[in-house]
């Protein structure tokens, strides 16, 4: 019942931005024919990293990647921020039970998203109630039919990173270097690059493997690690790709004691 109301007012909503959002679409679509460019994730890996020396390439970033200080270091292009209904003032969670929760880290969202606007915002017509402006573009289904050649095979709105690897082939982009896609390298440490510590090993190797399968006929993806390989991706180290030696820098020295404290609101965050 609730997915079926839900999909009725995402449909009513469409029908009023169809317009104007297709013509975004295509107009944006293989802009970058031949490029290539980095897709961040929020992965502890970048504790490590000095992101100025990533800037030299477009940036497809995601999620909550704004909090990062050096987020203006980098060259970003495109943003995705697709999950569902984010923007309202409660979230439902079901992290240890459905409960409502109050959303802080979407207000700060709101007033970081409007410092940037040239960047080009992609997110799911739910929330268009909120998030507005002539740089978001909103997705859903017929963007999957018309731009992603493999969407009857896999899902592209299931994850943040399938998005981001989806968008970047709708753009037209030849390669991509995933940075902070954590879970892509063998062993991977989990956690997020705005959480305390080092991270916990994890033993999931195969994560997403049908997906890149797929995706890897339509682009090179190559995964930037630490100092590992990766089972299901092409591989580089952070030191072979920038010369650099990664140095770890704790959450307090690269995330603004502001924004700390609206993510330390979510369950599950340890910050």
């Given at each position: ?12 909503l ?11 679409l ?15 994730g ?95 573009i ?23 990173l399938?998005l ?33 510590g ?74």
């Amino acid at each position: 019942m609730i997915k079926s109301l839900s999909k009725f007012f995402k449909s009513i909503l469409f029908y009023f931005k169809a317009d104007k959002n297709n013509c975004k679409l295509k107009k944006l679509n293989n802009t970058h024919v031949g490029e290539e460019c980095y897709i961040f994730g929020d992965g502890i890996s970048l504790k490590y990293f000095d992101l100025s020396l990533f800037n030299d390439k477009p940036s497809i970033v995601s999620n909550n990647f704004i909090f990062h200080k050096d987020f203006e270091k980098l060259d970003v292009k495109y943003y995705s921020i697709y999950e569902p209904y984010w923007f309202l003032p409660f979230f439902v969670s079901g992290f240890k039970g459905i409960k409502f929760l109050r959303n802080l880290i979407q207000k700060k969202h709101l007033i970081k998203f409007k410092a940037f606007p040239e960047i080009t915002f992609f997110s799911d017509i739910s929330n268009s109630i909120k998030l507005k402006g002539n740089n978001i573009i909103y997705l859903g289904d017929s963007f999957s039919k018309k731009y992603i050649p493999y969407h009857k095979k896999i899902n592209i709105l299931e994850g943040s990173l399938r998005l981001e690897i989806s968008l970047a082939i709708f753009l037209g982009f030849k390669k991509a270097y995933l940075i902070g896609h954590d879970y892509t390298h063998k062993n991977p440490l989990t956690s997020h690059f705005y959480e305390r510590g080092k991270g916990i090993k994890n033993k999931s190797n195969d994560w997403n493997k049908d997906f890149f399968e797929i995706a890897k006929e339509y682009i090179d993806i190559i995964t930037v690690t630490l100092d590992c390989e990766s089972n299901t991706l092409k591989s580089t180290t952070y030191k072979k790709l920038t010369g650099d030696i990664p140095i770890f820098k704790e959450n307090t020295e690269i995330v603004d004691e502001g924004d700390l404290e609206s993510l330390s609101s979510w369950p599950g965050y340890k910050i």
